[in-house]
């Protein structure tokens, strides 16, 4: 379990309205860009997954080496967690 | 479904899983095959495929086929080993490298968005070199021990004819010292076909003793022998259409002619050599060893008896060393065998019988942890089932399980691994499963970095492919490449990669995301030297508000080195540092409205319009006038635009907005401006039109650059240099000043940023919301209001007033100048001028302007007092017009009295407005107007209040309450006088000065009550109107300190009487219509605190207008009873009479009636009683009145019921009684008193209130005088009695 995470908030066609980076862990120079790389990516999994399942928490839908990517969608917006 | 082998999978295993044919050849053989360019693997490869061969086949079971295609792969014995890592790496290096160069110098500059890539074709998209990069990385794990099918099937010994002894060299050829490992270590059967191949080179001779040679070959080796001749070609000048070499032979240059000595024949002669040994002999060759293979596994490993005795037999072995490789197998085990059975089965595409043999097999290393040959058999079970498409399932299961157990052995299985993904990979890219195939590829990725680069690649490109497309994950994955790329140096590469990355994150807000990717390629264009390109991407980093200082720190200081280093100044159209804020734009320009101050130039254009509406000869026929003119010099075209005034400055307020957290420095900030010139004729006008557009199709910036260069002579452009802090917005004016007439267009702003870098903003038309300070042009297209004409230079007015403060206590009256400068040459004429307040301002006379403030009001004799007069006309709202004969000259300044009255506490905006005309009757405008705005801010200082209330005792007297507060903190006032006005009131000091005002003046935050007399002496309407309104006659009390000389302020003097005027204006509204009131003006003056405290400022003046003070009585009537307060009488002789008088006064102006109700009543009554029947009567009752007009004092006699009910008892007798009549008529003459005797009867002695009486008053109004303004007003009314005490004694 990684102590860094980054949460963004997405709204509709993938813009990014709110983004937070929370964990103790020592910040890297890119982390920032290296979590917009992997949610960013996820992206892609979320919009497939979320036409099939009817559950709004998606545990563990994505993953970059440590980093896991879990997604809690509301009705019209998607909202992202990186562990 | 396809068929598997057209699949490019299918294609790739025909062609890398067939046999191998090891060739043994003497020096002699290479020499002969050099002169062709070629060795002799490279010469005879061309002619291994086969595609149109009929070769019948049997299974191992009988079953017939045939097989069309085949191929063999020839390899020197010395090239048949596991290659060298390294060598192998290094290659691929290369590879990589040349196309890197390759794509690179073709790139071009603008990479596609990417659903154009999405619709290119598959194999436009992916870039050719992947294949043969793939086919590189699979053949580094070939001539593995642990597989057959690259063990050689057959050997090809050849010897040159030569050769000395031919057949001795044959026998040396097979010599186990030369053979490969394979053969040697036991890995494979030693025993394999061998195939006899002499070469014969015609140029060295007929072929006579070759083929002596060959029948002595037939003789020694049997039938496998042949003969082959080639370089039948003498000159060397054969050229071939489609010479088949080049492609086999990959470090060729293309000078060398390869093949050259090779005719048609020679050719036709190795075809059919290597037909003939493909299917003669190593097909024949593998279906044998197939059937007996296939026999020997029958019989020790076929049915139930041999699987028991195999399982026992295998578990028995539990205890063997757990080595990585695990035990090693000889040619001649059993399970060898099956693989190799397994093996040539697949090469002859019996996949039936291959998959049963590695299924076999594969049980068997499992069990023996024989895990690389365990992972290699399920490899082939994979490619197996694949190719007899069955059981997709079982295909990708095989392969996973490969996979991982190749991945599991560590570094020895890597290379394995590569290559079983790879094939993996291109199984479930021809089932169109790009999304599993992109994983594989990311799974391949292993510590080289080189080789996950190119694998990650490919795995984005499977996103890409597969559908729906993966863009972000084809985005992350190309990003992911090119750090790879990077980090082994193949920056062309990286750039690629991004490049293509780019295109996914257009357009999107991940600012973090964006910013690595454009600050990577321009770092690396910039490590290549391309500046220019580099540049194009670091100025999309450059505004990161969102990034940490650091990394702002690091974007910027970047970029301004790629800029030095690029040696010019650098010139970028849309520089994003700062940023400026577009809806800030605001443009300032003076057609023939001018503006004295920025600040007045921001009041909102209605403002200004509601002042000047009648002071402009009328907007319309105004505009007309001078656009009449207009039209001749400028076409209708620009009739809309914006008109400006050569050597007037147009300003523009921009703000630019630094979003770091560095500060950055600007400088050379300016307009960029476009001036036609116009001459008199409009076909030379259309040619600077013509011209200028012949500009705009020139490269941007010359364009700019050039656009400046023509035209600054036409006009001049302000410069200003300054730095912005960290998130700081600055507010810049730029200007431009045109020098000739003609058309301005502002086009945009530009700057050098840090002084490297010039950056322009060009206001784009319709991106402009301008705010401009003219409401004029609100409905004109925004492009227009960038565009000017430039009109002849005319004189301009400038404005100022000292010493306007910028605070004021209220109150304060101040003597201004206001000062009208002309620059120009020109006079201007008919000056107009209006103000917004004129309760704040007045204006003065000529002869105001020297005088001495304020001793000029003081009250002169009353010959001197003329002067000061105060004028009517300016005091209502209208417009001042300034004499007739008043012309501004040019270069002159002109001056003008002005009175200033701070007269309302709060801030307050001040607007003056001055109407002008040029003298110049030719100019293009007529008029202009000079617009001034002034802020002030009003402090309170003192706050008077007065309370009139009736004299009780005298008629037409009054007692004037003043209740002063000082409201300020720190300033000290002492009053000066207070006035009345109007002649009919005096006003007069109820108490001497001093008494007042112990200590003189009034100090801050104090307060204090006094209290005056106020005489009326108010005739009757008919006199007053007679009056002039303005003529403030009145009279005042001096309040200053007593015995000094300061002489009293004239209040009908000009400044005093028209502010007053105007409070009267303003209050009107406040206080309801009330005929009996007064004004009065309190003048005071601060202390000079720091002098001589006690002492006032002779400078400065106060004053505080009360206006329509009413007069405090209710009921017009007032009265007044008079009669002897005390006497004596004999009550023993009899009751006592005592005759009163009420004079009663009318200060209406009708007829009153008054009816006065006595009633006897109880003497006991206490106060509280009284004030009780007051309350009651006051509130309830309401006199009936007689409608009858009765001109005579009428006399009547009523009985009247007590109004209170315990007074009219009659248990006790009341101690006097109202004699006479108890309810008496009278008629009060408006303005005029009337006197009513009373009379009472007292009984005995003591003291008597006698207020038991009411009056009802009733004003008659005439039908005339029935208006409305009358009926608002009481017109009747009850009064309860006053008090009157008289005291009776008896007398002795």
Request: aromatic content about 10%.
């Amino acid at each position: 379990m990684a102590t860094t995470a980054c949460f963004i908030i997405v709204s509709r066609n993938d813009i990014p309205i709110y983004e937070a980076e929370v964990g103790s862990a020592a910040k890297r120079e890119d982390a920032a860009q290296l979590h917009q790389f992997i949610l960013h990516a996820a992206l892609d999994i979320v919009q497939d997954l979320a036409w099939t399942t009817s559950a709004m928490y998606l545990k563990a839908i994505d993953r970059f080496n440590d980093l896991v990517v879990s997604v809690y969608i509301t009705a019209g917006h998607i909202l992202n967690i990186v562990n | 479904m396809v068929d598997p082998a057209s699949t490019p999978l299918g294609k790739m295993l025909l062609d890398e899983i067939t046999p191998v044919v090891m060739v043994l050849c003497t020096p002699n053989v290479e020499e002969t095959c050099q002169k062709n360019g070629l060795t002799f693997v490279q010469m005879l490869s061309p002619f291994c495929d086969f595609n149109n061969i009929d070769v019948p086949v049997r299974t191992a079971s009988d079953q017939p086929y045939r097989l069309h295609k085949f191929r063999i792969r020839l390899f020197n014995a010395s090239d048949i080993r596991q290659p060298n890592l390294e060598v192998a790496k290094e290659r691929l290096k290369q590879v990589i490298t040349q196309v890197g160069e390759k794509d690179f110098n073709e790139l071009c500059l603008d990479q596609p968005p990417v659903d154009n890539s999405r619709a290119r074709s598959e194999s436009e998209n992916l870039p050719s070199w992947f294949q043969f990069f793939n086919k590189e990385l699979i053949q580094i794990s070939s001539f593995s021990d642990h597989e057959a099918f690259d063990h050689p099937v057959a050997c090809l010994l050849v010897v040159s004819s030569k050769d000395e002894q031919p057949i001795n060299h044959f026998v040396d050829l097979f010599n186990t010292n030369k053979l490969p490992l394979l053969l040697n270590d036991g890995a494979m059967d030693p025993k394999i076909l061998k195939h006899y191949l002499l070469v014969h080179d015609n140029q060295d001779g007929t072929s006579e003793k070759a083929t002596k040679i060959l029948t002595e070959m037939r003789i020694t080796f049997g039938s496998d022998c042949q003969l082959l001749c080639i370089n039948s070609s003498q000159d060397g000048m054969v050229e071939r259409q489609d010479n088949p070499w080049p492609f086999y032979k990959s470090d060729a240059s293309l000078k060398q002619k390869l093949g050259c000595f090779l005719n048609v024949d020679d050719i036709n002669e190795m075809k059919d050599l290597m037909q003939d040994l493909s299917s003669k002999h190593i097909i024949p060759y593998m279906e044998l060893k197939i059937r007996v293979l296939n026999q020997q596994v029958s019989a020790t490993r076929k049915g139930f008896r041999n699987q028991i005795k195999n399982l026992w037999w295998r578990k028995g072995k539990d205890d063997i060393v757990d080595s990585p490789n695990g035990p090693t197998y000889t040619f001649s085990s059993i399970e060898s065998q099956i693989r190799v059975l397994g093996d040539y089965a697949f090469m002859l595409r019996d996949y039936e019988l291959a998959l049963s043999n590695y299924r076999l097999i594969s049980t068997d290393y499992k069990l023996d942890k024989a895990w690389k040959r365990y992972a290699g058999v399920q490899e082939m079970m994979g490619l197996a089932y694949f190719m007899l498409d069955q059981s997709r399932k079982e295909a990708e299961y095989c392969m996973e399980n490969a996979f991982n157990t190749y991945w599991k052995m560590g570094p020895s299985g890597q290379n394995n691994a590569t290559r079983c993904g790879l094939w993996w990979v291109e199984m479930l890219k021809t089932r169109d499963q790009y999304k599993e195939a992109a994983t594989v590829y990311f799974r391949i990725c292993d510590e080289e970095p080189l080789h996950s680069a190119v694998m990650l690649e490919q795995a984005s490109y499977c996103y890409l492919l597969s559908k729906p497309p993966m863009l972000h994950k084809y985005g992350f994955h190309l990003v992911l490449s090119g750090d790879r790329y990077k980090k082994c140096d193949q920056v062309k590469h990286a750039i690629r990669t991004y490049r293509n990355a780019v295109s996914v994150y257009r357009g999107t807000t991940w600012s973090h995301i964006k910013d690595h990717v454009h600050f990577h390629i321009g770092q690396w264009y910039a490590s290549l030297e391309r500046y220019d390109l580099a540049i194009t991407y670091m100025l999309e980093v450059l505004a990161c508000s969102h990034q940490s200082k650091t990394t702002q720190d690091i974007f910027l200081r970047d970029f301004l080195q790629i800029v030095e280093k690029t040696g010019k100044n650098f010139e970028v159209l849309k520089l994003q540092l700062p940023e400026i804020n577009i809806s800030s734009l605001k443009i300032i320009f003076e057609d023939h409205r001018t503006y004295a101050s920025p600040t007045a130039a921001s009041v909102r254009e209605s403002t200004w319009r509601s002042l000047e509406e009648d002071m402009i000869p009328s907007l319309s026929s105004g505009r007309t006038n001078w656009l009449e003119l207009q039209s001749k010099l400028i076409s209708k075209k620009y009739k809309e635009s914006n008109i400006c005034v050569a050597g007037e400055a147009v300003k523009v307020d921009i703000e630019f907005k630094n979003p770091l957290q560095i500060s950055i420095s600007l400088s050379g900030v300016s307009l960029i401006c476009e001036l036609s010139e116009s001459s008199e004729s409009d076909g030379t006008k259309s040619d600077a039109n013509s011209s200028a557009t012949e500009l705009q199709n020139d490269d941007e910036s010359t364009k700019l650059t050039s656009r400046d260069m023509s035209s600054r002579n036409f006009f001049s452009l302000s410069e200003v240099d300054f730095s912005l802090g960290a998130g700081e917005t600055v507010a810049a004016q730029l200007t431009v000043t045109p020098r000739v007439e003609g058309v301005l267009q502002i086009v945009g702003i530009r700057w050098k940023l840090s002084g490297s870098v010039v950056g322009f903003y060009n206001f784009e038309p319709n991106s402009t919301k301008k705010k401009s300070a003219k409401g004029r042009r609100a409905n004109c297209s925004p492009s227009d209001n960038l565009k000017f004409i430039v009109i002849k230079s005319l004189p301009r007015l400038e404005g100022y007033i000292h010493p306007l403060p910028k605070s004021a206590y209220a109150g304060d009256v101040q003597h201004l100048v206001l000062e009208l400068r002309n620059q120009s040459e020109c006079a201007v004429k008919n000056l107009k001028m209006k103000i917004s307040h004129p309760r704040f301002l007045n204006i003065g006379k000529r002869e105001n302007l020297n005088m001495d403030f304020p001793s000029c009001l003081e009250k002169k004799t009353d010959s001197e007092w003329s002067c000061l007069q105060a004028n009517p006309s300016n005091m209502s709202e209208s417009i001042f017009m300034f004499p007739e004969d008043t012309i501004i000259q040019g270069e002159t300044s002109f001056l003008w009295p002005l009175w200033f009255r701070a007269a309302e506490t709060g801030n307050i905006s001040l607007y003056i407005t001055i109407y002008y005309e040029m003298d110049d009757v030719s100019s293009t405008m007529r008029y202009r107007t000079l617009r001034m705005h002034h802020n002030l801010q009003v402090l309170p200082s003192l706050d008077v209040s007065f309370q009139v209330s009736p004299c009780p005792s005298k008629l037409q007297e009054f007692l004037v309450r003043m209740d002063v507060v000082n409201k300020t903190s720190t300033e000290s006032f002492q009053f000066h006088q207070l006035s009345s006005v109007g002649d009919q009131w005096e006003i007069s000091l109820l108490q001497p000065v001093d008494t007042i005002f112990p200590s003189r003046s009034l100090l801050a935050g104090q307060a204090l009550s006094c209290f005056f007399m106020l005489k009326s002496y108010r005739k009757s309407a008919t006199s007053e109107e007679k009056t002039p309104p303005f003529a403030l006659l009145g009279s005042s009390v001096r309040l200053g300190p007593q015995g000094s000389t300061e002489l009293l302020f004239d209040i009908s003097s000009s400044p005093l009487a028209d502010f007053h005027h105007c409070e009267r204006l303003h209050q009107e509204n406040v206080h309801q219509e009330d005929p009996t009131t007064v004004d009065f003006i309190l003048i005071y003056r601060p202390v000079k605190s720091d002098v001589n405290p006690g002492i006032s400022d002779p400078a400065r003046l106060f004053s505080h207008h009360a206006c329509y003070c009413s007069i405090a009585s209710r009921s017009p009537i007032s009265w007044l009873v008079d009669g002897p307060r005390t006497l004596y009488h004999n009550f023993s002789a009899s009751f006592c009479e005592i005759k009163l008088s009420m004079t009663l006064y009318n200060s209406s102006e009708s007829v009153a009636s008054v009816r006065i109700n006595t009633s006897d009543s109880n003497s006991s009554r206490n106060l509280s009683d009284l004030m009780e029947a007051h309350a009651t009567s006051s509130g309830n009752q309401v006199g009936w009145h007689d409608v009858a007009l009765v001109t005579d004092i009428k006399v009547t006699s009523d009985v009247v019921e007590a109004k209170f009910g315990k007074s009219s008892s009659l248990e006790s007798v009341p101690p006097f009684i109202w004699s006479g009549s108890s309810s008496t008529r009278a008629q009060v003459e408006p303005l005029s008193s009337t006197k009513i005797p009373l009379q009472i009867c007292v009984f005995s002695p003591g003291t008597y209130d006698l207020s038991n009486y009411v009056l009802h008053w009733n004003l008659l109004l005439s039908n005339g005088e029935g208006n409305s303004d009358e009926e608002t007003r009481r017109s009747s009314g009850t009064c309860q009695g006053y008090p009157y005490h008289l005291t009776v004694l008896q007398s002795v």
